[in-house]
């Protein structure tokens, strides 16, 4: 069975693993845990822990146990008191910190619970804060504020730096397949690539190297960007010609969703066939759309995963 490890963090994750579970595979996820926003910001700041609300999604999306039980995990509190507004899910895993000391041991722990299939790693057991430094000289801290000033990015850092987990090291160095995405370029993808360590491991790495690129572009984070500008920033992380294959949406989106994104400065990432080919990326493209009920794009998750599991089979299977 092929080992494939996915780096990212956000919903964008969650739907691609979701997909990804439906295939012999054994994967596992290296999930940021950067993120200060919601229900994650509060119990950063109450419990001094990082951010679980990515690592709950994943939980979700990797389970193979009852509706009912994603249901508890997703559940929100309703209430006037300090529980309003937090899942379940993030309060089972900041109890089980506090109990064990260690996210991936509580991690390990619920995944028999709950019958997870593959492995979730935080990708670290530090406190991290981002930073970004925008392009008009600004320093932004803060996931959340990142995500909410708008602003292009020049480059992302941590404010202090932040050690791997060996669990993670073992992972990226045991790979077959190493696929970055889906999800925001520097707020889910490029804060796994921000260790000295993870960068010395996925260069010595003999894994092919996939990207799955967003369908649409972020405020702030890739205007006006197409596909190769996504896999340049992500390998000057790390080195040139990292990224050996890019997964692409070749579906042609709807003149209505588009005007609808305009509203959010936003549009959908063009796939450059011509720079891509220079870069010597493999492109694989498929209808990979899927629009939701408030109009916005998401990746079918089980056409994704079909789509990667195809390349797998083809060029990874001896």
Do not use: W
Request: glycine share 6%; aromatic share 6%; with cysteine.
């Amino acid at each position: 069975m092929k080992k494939i490890v996915v780096l990212g963090g956000g919903t964008g994750l969650s739907v691609l693993l979701r997909g990804l579970k439906q295939f012999p595979l054994d994967i596992t996820a290296i999930v940021t845990v950067a993120d200060d926003g919601a229900s994650s910001g509060k119990l950063r700041e109450e419990f001094d822990i990082f951010a679980v609300g990515d690592l709950r999604n994943v939980l979700v999306s990797l389970s193979e146990v009852e509706p009912l039980i994603e249901d508890l995990l997703q559940y929100r509190f309703n209430t006037d008191s300090s529980l309003n507004n937090h899942p379940m899910g993030n309060l089972l895993l900041t109890a089980l910190y506090n109990i064990t000391g260690n996210l991936t041991e509580s991690l390990r722990s619920l995944s028999k619970v709950f019958n997870i299939k593959g492995t979730i790693l935080p990708f670290t057991e530090d406190n991290p804060v981002l930073v970004a430094h925008t392009k008009d000289g600004n320093i932004i801290e803060g996931e959340s504020n990142i995500t909410k000033a708008g602003k292009e990015i020049d480059f992302i850092e941590y404010k202090e730096k932040v050690k791997p987990t060996k669990e993670v090291i073992n992972a990226i160095n045991e790979a077959d397949l190493i696929i970055f995405g889906i999800g925001s370029l520097y707020t889910s993808i490029i804060p796994n690539l921000l260790s000295d360590e993870v960068v010395d491991s996925l260069i010595r790495s003999k894994a092919k190297k996939m990207y799955v690129c967003n369908i649409m572009s972020e405020h702030g984070e890739t205007d006006n960007y197409k596909v190769s500008d996504c896999i340049k920033k992500i390998n000057s992380y790390v080195q040139d010609n990292m990224i050996d294959v890019v997964l692409v949406n070749d579906e042609v989106i709807p003149d209505e969703t588009k005007k609808r994104y305009l509203e959010e400065i936003a549009a959908p990432i063009e796939v450059d066939f011509d720079v891509l080919e220079e870069m010597g990326v493999e492109v694989l493209g498929d209808k990979l759309i899927e629009i939701n009920d408030k109009g916005e794009v998401r990746h079918n998750p089980y056409r994704t995963a079909l789509a990667i599991f195809n390349y797998i089979v083809k060029e990874l299977t001896e």
